[in-house]
């Protein structure tokens, strides 16, 4: 272990690492938004979705002023039903991370799948799965992501709705992005094939499963997850926007879009941190875990070293 920690120390990545104030700064707001959420129950001051922990009278409250009914202090607010907006971010991220990561690995397994399907065996398996992921690139991947999420809405059970939203939104995102994953890989695996080890491979009676999963994926993973890296805040992002909408998280469950939906109501009557906070951490979220995707790509980009 203290090799492999001495080895990745010495190592060109964590050099250009260690020299970008902008890497290292959205690495240090990630991992603090992710380890936040993570230690929620710890750290978080109630359970802000525990009816029984809540006091209607510490409604309204503004950040860092003593309420005058409880005497409690709330600095970063409450909502209407007196639920600490700090509380509430806490839990929240919970929510829109999860969707976030399980919609990125759904898609970046989908598509790296069919990419390396479509690229390994050619012809018309390739042509059918290409046109598909391109008749899918002519739509904006909000409105697929809402159409897939209505069409399993409405399949569900009204009784069971709630249990499952979070999956159907993870489906919805996830169906939506793996055309990006399934190019990319297909590329890859186009250029890989006609090379000499994987016609070695051919030679020797290797199966077209195992020269795909253990010799072209793991020269296409490069790519792969620095695509991942950059959709992941790309999918925070369509979470909170179907959130926003009414038609993702629901409210037993609220994500930082659902938040960010509560607070646009209170926001022109004066209680503006409602709504504020929530959008600021979702803001904080996705430029960090954006600027990381872009730090990446070019730090394993062959063309920049």
């Known amino acids: 272990m203290n090799t492999a920690l001495s080895n990745f120390l010495a190592s060109d990545f964590f050099y250009k690492f260690s020299r970008s104030p902008v890497a290292i700064a959205a690495f ?12 929620a129950p710890v750290i978080a001051t109630q359970n802000p979705f525990d009816p029984g922990s809540l006091n209607l009278m510490n409604g309204f409250s503004k950040p860092g002023v003593v309420n005058d009914f409880t005497g409690e202090t709330f600095f970063l607010g409450t909502d209407d ?18 969707v976030g990561f399980s919609a990125v690995l759904f898609a970046m397994i989908l598509g790296a799948t ?38 399993a809405k409405g399949i569900t059970p009204p009784s069971y709705r709630d249990e499952v939203a979070i999956w159907v939104l993870i489906l919805a995102i996830g169906l939506s992005d793996w055309v990006q994953f399934a190019r990319v890989v297909r590329g890859a695996t186009l250029v890989e094939r006609n ?16 020269i795909m999963i253990k010799h072209i994926l793991p020269n296409t993973l490069g790519p792969v997850l620095v695509i991942a890296t950059i959709s992941l805040a790309l999918a925070i992002i369509a979470e909170a926007t179907l959130s926003f909408l009414g038609v993702g998280a629901p409210p037993t469950q609220p994500s930082l879009g659902t938040l960010i939906r509560i607070g646009q109501s209170f926001l022109f009557s004066g209680e ?3 709504l504020f906070y929530p959008a600021v951490t979702l803001l904080a979220l996705a430029l960090s875990v954006n600027l990381l995707g872009d730090w990446l790509r070019d730090a394993l980009n062959p063309k920049l070293k």
């Open 28 to 39: 240090i707001v990630t991992m603090t938004l992710v380890l936040s959420a993570f230690f």
């Open 81 to 98: 039903q007196g639920r600490d907006i700090y509380s509430t971010i806490l839990y929240g991220l919970r929510v829109s991370l999860f």
């Open 114 to 151: 069919l990419g390396l399907i479509a690229g390994y065996t050619g012809g018309r398996v390739d042509s059918i799965i290409m046109r598909i992921a391109d008749i899918q690139l002519t739509f904006p991947a909000i409105l697929i992501a809402l159409l897939i999420f209505g069409i």
């Open 195 to 210: 090379k000499e080890y994987v016609q070695a491979a051919k030679l020797i009676g290797r199966s077209p499963f195992s």
């Open 272 to 274: 503006w941190w409602i």
